[in-house]
Each structure stands twice: as structure tokens, then as C-alpha cells.
């Protein structure tokens, strides 16, 4: 059964800690991406990467930083983590040129 | 600007019930593709319909159907006789191209029953 793991499915953090949320999946995707849910405004998108060493900007990239050195683990960095930071972070992964998107059970982060 | 739109923040009905979600959309682009995804409370999202702009055929499967019109820019889901494991949040989403997808806010539907 093709997965998109999540490493923890809550964390709690202080204000100024560096947050590191791991995202792995195992179906050799060339895509994922980092979402953020939050009540009243959906998902949406806070980086995303086509490929190793490749990432683009989302719509709310500020305060986010993104790694992927292996194809199948692409991590979100919270480089100076805020309350307002405190939202469930979704991952999701697809094949290059397709819709079929694979998303992970989330991870919800509190800072506080 | 691509947007889309889910004015039912939340929906209860009782089971048996049909129940009918709504979703209106905004984009300029003639190409474009509709979702829809079901979150239950285990948090992933599942992913239950995609349909092109080029292809305004209502579909159903199983007690789910999904009415998409153009000239009203919406793509409503709705769940004929409902049951208890239908409660979930359920999201529409649009794309216009492979990695940009715009989600709505999400309507949560609880069914009681």
C-alpha cells in the first residue's frame, strides 16, 4: 500500500525553537508538496519541489524554509517557530505530470 | 485569480438524509481541472473525484454524485442516503495546472445517527 508518512502527528514547540517536520514517501514520486490547514481557510500551499534539490515557493512561504537532498523525504523547517505558526502541516506527493495526489494524516503543530 | 469557494462551513444532517455540498470556483484559464477530497478524523485526505473543464457530464458512483456546471462555475457533491461514516470534512479543489492547486475552506459534515 503506497504511503506518504509523517513523522509525528503532534508537537508541541516553544516560540524562537527551530522545527523540523519530516515528510517520506515510498512511491518514488518526483513531487511534493507542504500544505498548512487552518480552520475558515483551507489548505494551502507553502512549498513544493519537482525534484532532489528543487523546491518553489507556495502562496505563504515566509517564516517556512524547505529541504529535499533524497527523492523520497522532503522536509519543512521552521526556522524560528511563532504561535502563529501553530496549525496541522499536511504533505502530500505525486508522480511528475499527474493529478494523483497522495497526502499524509497530517502533523499538528503547537507553538507555544 | 484562481479561487474557490465553500460557503457551508458545516453541515448536519441525520442519516438516510441526501445532503448536497456546495462548490463555486473562479479562474480564467479554459483548462482546468475540479476535486474533490474527503478528510476523515484520521487527518489524510482521500481523494474522491477529478474532472476536467472540458467535460461537464454529471458522474455517479454509488451513493455519490457530482453536478458540474460551467455557466454557474460550480462542481456540487452530493450524498444520497447518508450514513455516520460520511462525517468528515470534505474539500473542493481546483487546478490549472500540475502544481498549483487552490483548495476551498473545507465544509464539515456531520452525520448523526
Known amino acids: 500500500d503506497v504511503k506518504v508518512t509523517q513523522s509525528s502527528r503532534y508537537l508541541v514547540k516553544r516560540t524562537g525553537e527551530k522545527v523540523f517536520l519530516e515528510c517520506v514517501q515510498d512511491?518514488?514520486?518526483?513531487?511534493m508538496f507542504w500544505y498548512r490547514q487552518d480552520p475558515g481557510l483551507g489548505l494551502r500551499l507553502i512549498y513544493f519541489s519537482y525534484d532532489v534539490k528543487m523546491k518553489e515557493k507556495g502562496d505563504i512561504p515566509e517564516g517556512y524554509s524547505v529541504s529535499r537532498e533524497k527523492k523520497e523525504r522532503f522536509s519543512l523547517i521552521l526556522e524560528s517557530a511563532s504561535t502563529n505558526q501553530t496549525s496541522m502541516y499536511l504533505c502530500?506527493?505525486?508522480?511528475?505530470?499527474?493529478?494523483?495526489?497522495?497526502f499524509g494524516s497530517g502533523t499538528r503543530l503547537t507553538v507555544v | 485569480a484562481q479561487k474557490v469557494t465553500q460557503a457551508q462551513t458545516e453541515i448536519s444532517v441525520v442519516e438516510k438524509e441526501d445532503v448536497t455540498l456546495d462548490c463555486v470556483y473562479e479562474t480564467r484559464d479554459t483548462t482546468y481541472y475540479l476535486f474533490w477530497y474527503k478528510q476523515p478524523p484520521s487527518g489524510e485526505l482521500v481523494f474522491l473525484i477529478r474532472?476536467?473543464?472540458?467535460?461537464?457530464q454529471n458522474e455517479i458512483s454509488g451513493r455519490y454524485s457530482w453536478n458540474f456546471q460551467k455557466s454557474t462555475s460550480s462542481f456540487n457533491f452530493t450524498i444520497t442516503a447518508s450514513q455516520v461514516v460520511d462525517s468528515a470534512v470534505y474539500f473542493c479543489a481546483l487546478s490549472y495546472n500540475n502544481n498549483d492547486m487552490r483548495f476551498g475552506a473545507g465544509t464539515r459534515l456531520t452525520v448523526k445517527p
Open positions: 502530500a506527493s505525486k508522480t511528475q505530470g499527474s493529478f494523483g495526489y497522495t
Open positions: 512511491m518514488d514520486h518526483e513531487n
Open positions: 474532472r476536467n473543464s472540458f467535460d461537464e
